[in-house]
């Protein structure tokens, strides 16, 4: 079992005084908070913090913890171990997820308080009718999936009690209808697939948080979505009938005379499935030149460049 | 499927939070739900998410509701912004790359 400094984890001095403490816990729980914080391990830091802080708030815990990082061993000795079979009350941190470090010195599961149906994925471990908790979990889907009505297998980890009362977590496999036009950061709700009821009460739900996996070719802005067509110049500038792929296929598009870099143009209803209608198709022009030229292309290029009346920075001499 | 929206009540249940709460919460403009009166309010699956989120900033970095409402509209405006940076960075590459 892992050794925890808590007072480093808070970055504070051994000696520090209960305002500095809560000083530093305040700074670091905003910091690693996961619904605040982008940083990866969030989740795991914020525990830790939150553990941290747990311990050195409370005066009593502080020295009994204090005791054990000198001695190396809890304060069994002492007064039957009363800390050991205590549970915290009250508390609102509402982690239940403490290290066995933690448990190893004061036993029990952690504070309780946090109401439940809470998501980051603890549970607790009262023994009366509880509603079972609720898990969210990411659902990634190709675009081409959005379009129809689709069937998906999923697996989630599912926070399970067994007869002697621990919850350890066991996987599920669930087929799970996906409703054509789903948005990306959409939530489906399936009722009674969470985590299983204690007692009478039911059973949490299972919400599925959408994800539109990136496409190579396409980019999604709401229901439209964008592709980059590359153009030679010669088609660029005398118009041409192009092959573009769209979801599902692939149309033909009429490229006009003089058309332009980052020019946009329309193809209606190619795009994503909305409630109603489809959105569309934007192709995004993007003249490329040929990698290589041999002389007789490069006579030609010189031919056009000195016939050519074009100033391309025209605007720079104004 | 089943049903993505919720009445007061059963939001109540499903976040095991009391109604004065909820109430609290409504009032502050964090959720936003249909309906005039918390007897025909009607809440779609992101408000359960935003209220729990709202919920634990509430208790774990002890927030008033107010700074919460405002802490809320900022990481969604923030989650925007990531989103549409992260788009926008996608079509530039393929502009610019190959």
């Known amino acids: ?318 | 499927m089943e049903s993505q929206y919720f009445n007061f009540q059963e939001l109540c249940t499903i976040t095991a939070l009391p109604s004065q709460t909820i109430i609290e919460i409504v009032d502050h403009g964090i959720i936003e739900p249909e309906g005039s009166d918390p007897e025909s309010w009607l809440f779609n699956t992101r408000m359960v998410s935003v209220t729990r989120k709202a919920i634990r900033l509430h208790n774990d970095l002890e927030i008033e509701w107010s700074g919460i409402a405002l802490a809320i509209s900022l990481l969604e405006e923030l989650e925007e912004i990531r989103h549409e940076n992260q788009q926008l960075k996608a079509q530039l590459n393929r502009f610019i790359v190959g």
């Open chain 1, 1 to 318: 079992m892992e050794f925890k400094d808590y007072y480093k984890i808070l970055s504070v001095a051994e000696d520090a005084d209960s305002k500095a403490i809560k000083t530093a816990y305040r700074k670091l729980a905003r910091k690693y908070h996961p619904d605040v914080s982008g940083h990866q391990e969030a989740e795991e830091k914020f525990k830790e913090v939150t553990e941290a802080y747990e311990v050195l708030k409370d005066p009593e815990k502080r020295a009994q913890y204090d005791e054990f990082r000198k001695y190396g061993e809890p304060s069994s000795g002492r007064e039957d171990g009363r800390y050991r079979s205590r549970q915290f009350e009250g508390d609102s941190s509402g982690f239940s997820g403490f290290s066995d470090f933690f448990s190893s010195i004061f036993g029990g599961a952690g504070p309780s308080g946090r109401p439940q149906g809470q998501s980051y994925g603890f549970t607790s471990q009262q023994a009366f009718d509880q509603r079972g908790q609720d898990i969210e979990t990411d659902m990634p889907i190709f675009l081409e999936d959005t379009l129809t009505d689709t069937t998906k297998t999923l697996s989630y980890q599912l926070p399970h009690r067994e007869a002697d009362g621990h919850t350890r977590e066991i996987n599920r496999t669930l087929n799970v209808k996906i409703p054509a036009g789903v948005a990306n950061g959409e939530r489906i709700r399936l009722k009674g697939q969470g985590g299983q009821g204690i007692g009478s009460a039911p059973n949490g739900d299972l919400y599925l948080r959408i994800r539109l996996v990136p496409h190579p070719l396409f980019d999604v802005e709401a229901h439209n979505l964008i592709i980059t067509v590359p153009l030679a110049p010669w088609e660029a500038a005398l118009g041409a009938s192009i092959e573009v792929p769209t979801l599902t296929g692939k149309i033909k598009l009429t490229i006009p005379a003089n058309s332009q870099t980052g020019q946009r143009l329309r193809i209606k209803g190619k795009g994503l499935v909305r409630k109603q209608g489809h959105g569309d198709l934007y192709a995004v022009l993007k003249v490329v030149m040929p990698d290589t030229a041999d002389d007789q292309i490069k006579t030609q290029w010189q031919q056009l460049a000195d016939s050519a009346a074009f100033d391309p920075r025209k605007e720079w001499r104004k």
